[in-house]
């Protein structure tokens, strides 16, 4: 079975296509970092920008869960130069993320 991608020239399968390249790869390392540093900071309900303050635990969420999240971010943070943690959110990509 395989999934059909909507292209220019209607539906086909990815090895039509030529095999695109998925989102993640299409991104530096820097990139990705900033990607999934934003990406669990939405997951705790805050803001995606790494510069905003860090989001309190939301409720019903499990302690060692908040905490392995924000020990996660914060090895993401120190590995993204300052440079790039100014750098605008990819909010399209994000979309699915927001609740």
Known sequence: MAKLLKGLGGYLCRS???DPLYACQAKSTYGRIHFELCKIRLQLGGMASPTEPFP?????????????????????????????RKKPVDYPNLVYYLT
Do not use: D, N, Q, S
Not at 62 to 75: D, G, P
């Open 16 to 18: 039509c296509i030529g």
């Open 56 to 84: 309190e635990r939301p409720p019903r969420m499990r302690r060692k869960t908040y905490e392995r999240l924000k020990a996660r971010a914060f090895e993401l943070e120190m590995e993204l130069p300052a440079k790039r």
